[in-house]
């Protein structure tokens, strides 16, 4: 199946945009900044010599982007210095997860990467200190609503999120890779076990090259979170692009997804992956991969379901898929005695228009 | 081809169809909505602005939309989305023409990083510009309209644009926000100029717009050399008090109000630190409109 996605075009292809009329330019723009992408499409025009060509009017988008990216950049490596100083006191170090990690460990996808929150991995034993540490740094719960709090205490497999109190920056504490209450039960002691120290960053863990993998599909193709889906196909194919080179990196993939009860997410992700962003994936991987997917039947409808939500189509068919998703994702998530109430709540929020940011 | 010249058939088909695109100061605002008090409010508030052709890249494509689900009948709300987010809640339909400039303001004090973008007013004369910088309900509008139908002219009631290199302001005309009492006494003050029916119980409480001097609006290019921070408090019954400011004070209170102050880090920092250089600072206590003006007016260039 062909994407009509002219993001992912001139991703793939940034000799493409020099060919853009204006009108096309400017939804270039728009499905960049819709999916967090404009950084990276920056990157790919400055790094194939073509942001000379680009028009001033989307030119200056494209630089505005630099300004937020640089910035942020600046505030994630803060933020672990931050980290690093308060949870200095754990007996076993915390692991920097996703953006923050990529930053950190200076890898490739951390170029034209835009960030949200910064996610860290606690051992479970010990996430009450964690938590206590950290809010005695000044960090404060930004849920403060009890059904929220009871939602990820029980149910998930992070602290609600924390926001610091004089930053305002967002910390998502994970003690798990999948909520508790998902189908799926990978083991996060493996995870940390494997991490590795940051060279010349002190204090400072990410996870192993595969398990960074693992963890980037999981997010994608178990958690269901599509608002930013490419943005993190991207992360997943630049991750792979990267650590494909390194000795063993494939040969120890597949095993470890299924050491870590990961290896359906990890096929979906490498099916996706080679197909959307051409992904240089070898064929015996994927062939291997296979064995972890699920039925033929169903097989086709999943790449059919992920490639249009991820091609970021908007025709009516493309938001049934994700739609779809959505709630295959939450029924992964939960059993159907917590999903449909919870459901339930949120459809109602939504309804009376209790969640939108905030009031002008 | 400016707004005036569409009829009001061919306003509402640009608002309803492929969009109405608004050249303000350096960027292009394309609006679509359907609903009728953004029809009626563009054409009364922005009769003087430039319209791009079709097919021109737009910076900021926006929309006024009904509500979703029931309450596009039962309560009707409108809701401002840029490229398909919602920034702010869901307001009653008949708030849709102050939600709307609420929602241009959020496109620029959002998304634009070539220029310190802080939270103040802004008027010229003589090619100086005066900063008037202020938290909600200080009366900095209230002051920026009346000097605005007193000879400076306006650059913006709402967002200073401050550039990265020189000392230099760029002006975003757009009509000037007045809230509460201060609509009857522009009024009063500024009985020519045209504005917009007052809206009630909108979260600043009673909100109507005043159109942006036609003046103010042809030379919407043109920057100015900052000269003069005015933070303006309104007393009621007080006599006008000027007293000056230390740089260093208003330095920190003008970074307060940067919107993107933190985010663009040294640039910011530098930026700010040149504008405030150049700048007389004062502290300004007013109540009496013709008063304050006349003492703004006789400050030194």
């Known amino acids: 199946m062909s994407v009509d996605s002219l993001l992912i075009e001139c991703l793939l292809s940034p000799e493409r945009a020099a060919t853009l009329a204006p009108a096309e330019w400017e939804s270039l723009v728009c499905q960049g900044q819709a999916a967090g992408l404009l950084g990276r499409l920056l990157v790919a025009l400055e790094s194939s010599g073509r942001l000379e060509q680009v028009p001033p009017a989307p030119r200056r988008h494209l630089e505005w982007t630099r300004v937020v990216i640089e910035s942020q950049k600046r505030a994630v490596r803060w933020e672990a210095d931050c980290l690093r100083r308060a949870l200095a006191d754990l007996e076993q170090p915390f692991v920097l997860l996703k953006g923050a990690a990529y930053v950190l460990a200076g890898l490739p996808a951390a170029q034209g990467r835009l960030f949200g929150d910064v996610d860290i991995l606690v051992a479970r034993e010990e996430l009450a200190t964690a938590e206590a ?83 980037a599909a999981c997010h994608l193709f178990h958690e269901g979170e599509f608002q930013r889906g490419l943005r993190d196909l991207m992360d997943l194919d630049s991750l792979l692009r990267h650590f494909g080179s390194e000795p063993g990196f494939w040969a120890d993939l597949i095993p470890r997804a299924r050491e870590m009860d990961l290896g359906r997410p990890l096929h979906y992700a490498l099916r996706t992956s080679a197909c959307l962003l051409a992904t240089p994936i070898a064929p015996e991987v994927l062939e291997a991969s296979n064995a972890d997917g699920p039925p033929a039947l169903l097989a086709s409808l999943m790449d059919q379901l992920f490639l249009r939500v991820l091609g970021g189509g908007e025709e009516r068919a493309d938001r049934a898929a994700a739609f779809f998703l959505y709630l295959r994702a939450h029924a992964q998530r939960m059993p159907p005695h917590l999903l449909l109430p919870h459901l339930a709540r949120k459809s109602w929020r939504a309804l009376f228009g209790l969640e939108a940011d905030s009031a002008p | 081809m400016i707004v005036a010249d569409l009829s009001p058939e061919e306003l509402r088909g640009r608002l309803g169809g492929a969009g109405l695109s608004l050249r303000v100061g350096a960027y292009l605002f394309r609006i679509h909505s359907p609903l009728e008090p953004v029809a009626r409010g563009l054409a009364l508030m922005y009769p003087d602005y430039p319209l791009a052709p079709e097919g021109e890249f737009a910076d900021f494509p926006v929309r006024v939309m009904p509500g979703r689900f029931l309450r596009r009948w039962l309560q009707p709300q409108a809701r401002f989305l840029a490229n398909g987010h919602l920034p ?3 307001m009653p339909t008949c708030q849709a023409l102050p939600l709307l400039e609420w929602g241009l303001n959020w496109c620029v004090s959002n998304k634009v990083f070539d220029r310190l973008v802080i939270h103040s007013a802004v008027l010229e004369r003589k090619g100086l510009a005066l900063l008037l910088p202020g938290s909600p309900g200080a009366g900095k509008s209230t002051l920026c309209a009346a000097l605005a139908y007193s000879g400076w002219r306006l650059l913006s009631d709402e967002l200073t644009l401050a550039d990265l290199g020189v000392p230099r302001v760029y002006p975003l005309p757009r009509p000037i926000s007045l809230k509460n009492r201060s609509i009857g006494i522009l009024k009063e ?36 050399l900052p000269r003069w921070v005015v933070f303006p408090r309104y007393v009621a019954g007080a006599s006008s008090d000027l007293r000056p400011l230390s740089r260093g004070i208003a330095f920190m209170r003008l970074a307060e109000q940067g919107f993107n102050y933190g985010l663009l880090g040294r640039a910011g920092f530098d930026a700010l630190s040149d504008l405030v250089d150049g700048c007389d600072c004062h502290e300004f206590r007013y109540s009496r409109l013709e008063e304050a003006v006349a003492l703004l007016g006789a400050l030194d260039g």
Do not use: N
């Open chain 1, 133 to 215: 540490l950290l809010e005695r740094h000044g960090w404060v719960g930004a849920k403060p609503d009890a059904y929220d709090q009871r939602y990820f205490r029980d149910w998930m497999h992070e602290l609600p999120p924390l926001r610091h109190g004089a930053r305002g920056t967002i910390l998502d504490v994970h003690h798990g890779l999948l909520p508790v209450t998902a189908r799926l039960k990978p083991d996060a002691d493996r995870l940390r076990r494997a991490a590795r120290p940051i060279p010349g960053e002190e204090g400072l863990w990410t996870l192993a090259p595969v398990d960074m993998v693992l963890h």
């Open chain 2, 88 to 90: 702010f809640k869901p």
């Open chain 2, 189 to 224: 003050y500024a009985p020519g100029a045209v504005c917009s029916e007052p809206v009630h119980d909108t979260s600043k409480g009673s909100v109507a717009l005043m159109r942006a001097p036609a003046d103010s609006v042809a030379r919407a290019l043109e920057p100015a």
